[in-house]
């Protein structure tokens, strides 16, 4: 008789009376979250838990200082006023950063999702050593724990986001080729930065937090299979399946930047001929879109306003800039056509440079992918980022607030 | 002030009372699935439950016919033995049923994973109407379904799966190219031809079940993250990402037999052209490896002893044989390796008719996706099937279990 291998389940769900609360807690705070303020009779009614047992859990949220009481539910009525119930954010938060070829960006987030702080720093990142750039960042980050511990925040946990490839176990940035990092004890060294009061230190890829951030911003609409593209002189991709990020077995998940794509085969980098990347790289835009004495490739002005020249000639019609634009949004097409294929996503949202250009991009992309459509169940839905340059660094904060949902006991007494 | 988009955490993990007891019963069956007998009291120190509560829970799980004593712990002990827990076969089974292009299978597994009964029937499914198709397996299932009952057995519940694309909504199959299927209600049909004790019918695609199947099969080394690659006439592949299926939106996920990947572009029935399976599928091997008169090309022979010859034939040094297999082997490489970039497996499992010629495909394989490889971090495992023609069949199983492990009170009392 043949066995049947066991199905690879994962021995999660234990509930003990401790696991209980904990578990009932976070389904509080997480309703809480998705639908906004309630009373303690809906939340019941709404969660399937007891009137009695909402309100021993609310008492001991509110304790930790995460939700607090607001004003009536039914200002009009007559009798004792409906209670509302909502997230409290004066009391936790989470930071993300977000180290990228140009810039640091920090953002800190409340409980309630509400961003307290956003910061964007340029900084060409392959110019400055390493150790500096450690430096940089644990003093960013000391800086910000020191004012939100003042104002007696608790820190949650904090995401760092380096623009490659991590090493999940030991923390480090195996391979970041385009700041020129390679094996970098990133974790490691920012707690010895930051020092005795470090929380915990969480790494993800840029292009993974930015998947997850955008693909929040869809909730609403129950979207949970999404694509983010990455936009800069490299592309990659982060993938949201079901409402989870598709990491692969060691991060390396999204490496598209290197595909066999590029229809000229030209040698890239990385040792391989006609990656994607070169024809869709913010490089391949500024060579087909201007000769070397052309403004936009000026390395001394910032990139920003380079790409706003090329937005406003695009806009303008102007021919060469619009023929560049359309060249990109080809060869973009070939690739996301195989994710498509691949992942079958309902949203792919174009980020980086793609961004601003994306009234110029989107129409032509979404002709391309629906012409090669052979089901109407793969279609896909085409978008410009909505939460811009910083979106990493949002994720690393929904990504650093992630534990106390999961677990509100963690939070330390007041 | 920026408010950051609430993550997209789903609500679950609420736990009453009755949740409470039916989430640990369930875990004492995933734990005895996964490990092994145990003893009430190891099993209460692995879990962390309480010695009281695996008493009670066992208890009712006994009841239901779940779980048995058998043994002592330590025979050569004195003093009352310690009796052993272990999953009871007996009660409860799960059915599999894959229609394939050229044969419809069905694999009958017990609560153990202990398969009770596998059989497969050669069967043209494209020159069979859609009608005479579902009688044929609505048959097979209510056969099965009468002897198991005769048994005391409980059917948990049914997974059926086309070779093709399915609309979960609705359980209909949307489209099967290879049998000729399109908008075929294949759940609404077999209930509607099996009358009012049929079980719950779960439709999956075959690749997905395969793959699911394939990486239980991992699960003592801790692998998720697998490829299962189909590979007949037409070509897909079915992913799990860490320990779960990747569906995609709609189930369109892993239709990559129409990557434009054919060097020679030609045209397929699909519309587009150059697509993948053009130049993996078993028309290519066929064509490659013999001419039209060639018995290998025979159709009144059949195809298992066709590929039978052309594997002899290989192992045999034949050379047009052996470049047959090259070619595929350098077309297959290929599109793995935009897999792997995509998705960053740990495994990719070969099936099919890739499973009987992996001694002549693997090696060279490797070395093809090894010569790509940009870090350790992006190494792949290649492996042939281990569960062969009834993978689909045996994941279909699986998933048909999958339930009584989920929650066991939904099994009746005996």
Same mark, same amino acid.
């Given at each position: 008789m043949a066995m049947l291998p066991a199905a690879a389940l994962p021995l999660t769900g234990r509930a003990d009376a401790a696991q209980m609360r904990s578990t009932n807690m976070g389904l509080i705070l997480r309703y809480l979250r998705a639908h906004g303020p309630r009373s303690r009779a809906k939340l019941a009614a709404e969660t399937g838990l007891s009137k009695a047992t909402v309100s021993t859990l609310v008492g001991d949220l509110t304790e930790l200082g995460l939700?607090?009481?607001?004003?009536? $539910?039914r200002p009009g009525t007559v009798g004792r006023p409906g209670v509302m119930l909502e997230l409290d954010g004066g009391?936790?938060?989470? =930071?993300?950063?977000e180290i990228n070829v140009d810039h640091v960006s920090l953002v800190v987030a409340d409980l309630t999702g509400a961003v307290l702080i956003e910061e964007l720093h340029p900084l060409a990142a392959a110019t400055v050593p390493v150790g500096e750039m450690l430096r940089i960042v644990a003093e960013l980050v000391s800086g910000r724990l020191e004012e939100l511990r003042a104002d007696g925040m608790w820190v949650a946990?904090?995401?760092?986001? /380096?623009?490659?490839?991590? #090493?999940?176990? $030991?923390?480090?940035?195996?391979?970041?080729?385009?700041?020129?990092?390679?094996s970098v004890p990133l974790v490691g060294e920012l707690k010895r930065l930051i020092g005795p009061d470090v929380p915990y230190i969480h790494l993800e890829n840029d292009a993974k937090l930015s998947a997850l951030a955008e693909c929040a911003t869809y909730e609403s609409r129950g979207v949970r299979d999404l694509i983010f593209v990455?936009? #800069? =002189?490299?592309?990659?991709?982060? =993938?949201?399946?079901?409402?989870?990020?598709? @990491?692969?077995?060691s991060g390396f998940?999204?490496?598209?930047?290197?595909?066999?794509?590029?229809?000229?085969?030209?040698? !890239?980098?990385?040792?391989?001929?006609? !990656?994607?990347?070169? !024809? =869709?790289?913010?490089?391949?835009?500024?060579?087909?879109?201007?000769?070397?004495?052309?403004?936009?490739? $000026? /390395?001394?002005?910032?990139?920003? #306003?380079?790409?706003?020249?090329? @937005?406003?000639?695009?806009?303008?019609?102007?021919? @060469?800039? @619009?023929?560049?634009?359309?060249?990109?949004?080809?060869?973009?097409?070939?690739?996301?056509?195989?994710?498509?294929?691949v992942l079958?996503?309902?949203?792919?949202v174009l980020g980086g440079y793609f961004t601003s250009m994306a009234p110029h991009i989107l129409p032509s992309l979404a002709t391309a992918l629906a012409a090669r459509r052979m089901d109407e169940g793969s279609a896909v839905e085409l978008a410009a980022s909505r939460l811009g340059i910083s979106s990493a660094a949002y994720g690393g904060a929904i990504v650093a607030l992630e534990g106390v949902f999961a677990d509100p006991t963690l939070v330390p007494a007041t």
């Open positions: 939700v607090h009481d607001v004003g009536a $539910d009391r936790v938060c989470g =930071i993300g950063v946990s904090l995401t760092v986001s /380096p623009p490659g490839i991590i #090493d999940y176990d $030991d923390g480090t940035v195996r391979f970041a080729p385009n700041i020129g990092w390679r990455t936009g #800069d =002189i490299g592309v990659g991709v982060g =993938i949201v399946a079901e409402g989870q990020l598709v @990491r692969g077995w998940s999204g490496e598209v930047g290197h595909l066999p794509l590029d229809l000229e085969n030209r040698p !890239c980098n990385c040792g391989r001929t006609g !990656c994607w990347e070169l !024809c =869709i790289g913010l490089n391949e835009l500024l060579r087909l879109a201007g000769s070397d004495n052309d403004e936009i490739n $000026d /390395p001394e002005r910032p990139l920003e #306003d380079r790409l706003t020249m090329i @937005r406003e000639r695009a806009d303008a019609g102007d021919e @060469r800039t @619009r023929a560049a634009l359309a060249t990109i949004t080809s060869n973009l097409a070939r690739g996301l056509g195989i994710l498509v294929d079958n996503p309902k949203v792919i």
